[in-house]
């Protein structure tokens, strides 16, 4: 059974760079992209960027000049940070896994991490 | 970026009803257009991929059908445990966008 897991410090300085981790248990590592997707309240999804287990990865353009997602085979994890951060960073969380192919849908979720940033 | 459109935002049903959800992109995507169940506190869950394509373990009364541009989801009769809000998302090219949003209550 797949599972993936959110890890991070729920709270977050205005300025900061904020710093998630996902574990991820079950299945092949291999195979798939690695995303980060986040919701504030109240708003819809958005999709912050993926990486491949060989370290490639793919940005948002709109948060392109703040993320950076690595990976850790070793631990089955992978990573975001997020710099700079402002209020409107405030969001629930998720990473997810799509199919390394044209096309493919997110398959398994986490199950979210509420980060809030605030002094 | 690819913008996707969902109507209605929001939908009051019974248990039983006929419930229909568009989707409109706004560009071709091909049949790219997947739809997650999300509820409060838990995992979105991936119902239908490939515009049509039931995921594994997903019950029958959920369908999906459209390519290109205009897409729906349809729950041909209501279950109790359906109440959530669902979202559509295009899977044809980077940015990965979602619709807003369509939450249904009782």
């Known amino acids: 059974q797949v599972q993936l897991q959110e890890s991070g410090p729920g709270l977050v300085k205005p300025s900061e760079t904020l710093s998630l981790t996902c574990t991820v248990s079950?299945?092949?590592?291999?195979?798939?992209?690695w995303n980060w997707i986040r919701q504030p309240p109240g708003k819809g999804l958005e999709w912050i960027g993926y990486i491949y287990y060989s370290g490639s990865t793919n940005y948002n353009p709109s948060l392109k000049s703040r993320v950076t997602i690595s990976v850790d085979t070793s631990k089955n994890q992978f990573s975001l940070k997020l710099s700079s951060v402002t209020a409107a960073d405030t969001a629930v969380y998720y990473c997810a896994r799509n199919l390394a192919a044209a096309g493919t849908p997110f398959d398994y979720w986490g199950q979210g991490t509420l980060l809030t940033v605030s002094s | 970026d690819i913008q996707m459109t969902q109507s209605p935002s929001s939908l009051s049903a019974s248990v039983g009803d006929r419930v229909t959800i568009t989707c409109r992109a706004s560009?071709?995507?091909?049949?790219?257009l997947n739809w997650y169940q999300h509820k409060p506190g838990k995992a979105p869950k991936l119902l239908i991929y490939?515009?049509?394509s039931l995921q594994s373990g997903v019950p029958s009364r959920f369908s999906g059908s459209g390519s290109g541009t205009d897409f729906t989801l349809t729950i041909s009769s209501l279950q109790p445990e359906d109440f959530a809000t669902y979202y559509c998302?295009?899977?044809?090219?980077?940015?990965?966008?979602f619709g807003g949003g369509t939450k249904v209550e009782i």
């Open positions: 079950g299945g092949s590592f291999s195979r798939y992209y």
């Open positions: 998302q295009q899977s044809y090219s980077t940015p990965l966008t």
């Open positions: 490939d515009a049509s």
């Open positions: 560009q071709y995507i091909s049949k790219y």
